[in-house]
């Protein structure tokens, strides 16, 4: 996994709540990913960061907020307008995203389960 | 628009035979290509990819995969597969027509293969 830790392992929330999941990298990449998994249904990008103080949606963005206040951090808030956020979240980092040629290096992954 | 197809849900293979997990990709220029597999419960973890030169790439663990561009095919290969190969594999495209800072220049991966190699 890398360079990258994403905590907690596992997390559970009652419905209506917020929740915070962390992403730290010390790679030294400039670029970071969120990404949600559903069983069957591969990776889908939720939101993404080329620098500090920039973040882009990605194809999922709804019910989602990111902070990129930090090179090493890139926090994803899982918002209670998040239809159905029991998933689990993998944080991605890569060099940078100008030549399209980088591969991307990914934490650990957080399982949130929401009741 | 990009899109790939991960054509089979499962592979199943003896230990020692070789394995082959499928990837067809559409891209309206040319593409990025890239292999990475993933262990329960775990991120996912590099294994290979194709920029450009040699079809044929090799990458970790003894994997290897060929870029087939009449075809658009990526397909992940291993002359001998492992017990331990056992895992979810997902093959990813980018267009190499990308526009810095926008959607397309994102990776899009496929829905993933679950390799089961039995000794």
């Known amino acids: 996994d890398g360079g990258i830790t994403q905590s907690p392992k596992y997390l559970f929330r009652k419905e209506g709540q917020n929740v915070t999941l962390s992403c730290e990298q010390n790679?030294?990449?400039?670029?970071m990913y969120w990404y949600r998994q559903d069983p069957g249904q591969g990776l889908r990008l939720i939101y993404y960061s080329q620098i500090v103080n920039d973040f882009q949606k990605g194809d999922i963005a709804e019910g989602y907020s990111v902070s990129r206040e930090k090179k090493e951090s890139f926090p994803l808030t899982v918002t209670s307008a998040q239809k159905n956020p029991t998933a689990f979240y993998l944080c991605a980092s890569s060099i940078g995203r100008q030549t399209g040629r980088d591969e991307q290096y990914f934490g650990p992954g957080t399982r949130l389960t929401v009741t | 628009a990009q899109s790939v197809a991960q054509p089979e849900d499962q592979v199943n293979v003896a230990e020692g035979n070789p394995l082959t997990v499928k990837c067809t990709y559409s891209v309206s220029g040319n593409p990025y290509l890239f292999w990475y597999v993933q262990y329960p419960n775990r991120g996912l973890q590099f294994l290979l990819k194709?920029?450009?030169?040699?079809?044929l790439v090799k990458g970790s663990y003894g994997f290897e995969a060929e870029f087939n561009k009449s075809q658009t095919s990526f397909h992940l290969k291993k002359p001998s597969a492992l017990v331990s190969d056992s895992a979810l594999y997902f093959c990813?495209?980018?267009?190499?027509?990308?526009?810095?800072?926008?959607?397309?220049?994102?990776?899009?991966f496929g829905k993933g293969t679950k390799l089961s190699v039995k000794p």
């Open positions: 990813a495209v980018r267009d190499i027509e990308w526009n810095y800072g926008g959607s397309q220049g994102n990776l899009i």
């Open positions: 194709y920029i450009t030169g040699d079809n």
């Open positions: 790679l030294n990449h400039d670029a």
